[in-house]
């Protein structure tokens, strides 16, 4: 009763455009319809669009030189203009009900992606975590939020099974190697549920894929020290 009466007075309004929301809660359907896709050609490994036309699956060169330790990574959505500025509100704002905005794009992939289709019985959604430090700052992992609103769109279990007990330099400076070498040893396994990743697929979530660092350690963490199956990384954005 109460948000109703508020709606008449302060009426929802799309984060991007201002424009007075009839349905939805943050962005109107042309906003949300108009943010860039990633469609293919893409890279098979880690997702990154390519121009032209490739009709064969392919690598990027990226993807030939280096092992990842993720089975393949997917975004829906290009690191671009409004996308990006959604995130960063989500982000460093902590507009975090902006996450439920962006599960739709999710459930877009698991219908296109033939490799999303039909996913094993014990499929598991786990967010990369953020320091308790940093958590502290934002109030709130928006990885966690991403992945809670995507498993009440698609139904999957969420298990918040990693933990980052370092706190690693901001990576934005460092080339691809040094970000290997910087993560090293800052995520652990969250012990009482080491037992339930045996043999499951995960599926990690963040929000934004640059160098596919971060998603490679927690995926070599996850299928080293708890026997994890597969590793399918889904960020909304890649860089
Ligand atoms: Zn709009
Ligand atoms: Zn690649």
Request: net charge positive; hydrophobic share 40%; aromatic share 8%.
């Amino acid at each position: 009763m109460i948000a109703h009466v508020l709606d008449i007075f302060f009426p929802p309004l799309c984060e991007l455009c201002r424009e007075v929301l009839r349905e939805g809660h943050s962005l109107c359907g042309d906003c949300a319809a108009n943010l860039k896709r990633i469609e293919s050609p893409f890279c098979q490994k880690c997702g990154e669009p390519f121009d032209g036309q490739i009709e064969s699956h392919f690598s990027c060169p990226n993807c030939s030189t280096i092992e990842l330790a993720f089975d393949f990574a997917r975004s829906p959505l290009q690191a671009a203009g409004p996308a990006r500025e959604l995130i960063h509100a989500l982000k460093y704002r902590s507009r975090f009900y902006l996450a439920d905005e962006f599960a739709p794009f999710f459930m877009e992939l698991l219908e296109q992606d033939e490799r999303l289709s039909d996913l094993p019985q014990n499929t598991l959604v786990v967010p990369v975590p953020l320091h308790w430090w940093r958590q502290q700052i934002r109030q709130g992992n928006q990885a966690n939020e991403i992945a809670k609103s995507f498993c009440q769109s698609s139904g999957l279990p969420f298990l918040p099974a990693l933990q980052r007990i370092r706190r690693t330099e901001t990576q934005t400076r460092l080339t691809r190697k040094q970000r290997l070498s910087n993560l090293h040893n800052a995520f652990r396994i969250r012990e009482k549920m080491r037992e339930k990743l045996t043999g499951a697929t995960v599926i990690l979530i963040d929000d934004v894929f640059t160098t596919g660092s971060t998603a490679h350690e927690c995926a070599r963490l996850l299928k080293k020290k708890a026997s994890v199956e597969r590793v399918i990384v889904l960020t909304l954005l890649r860089g």
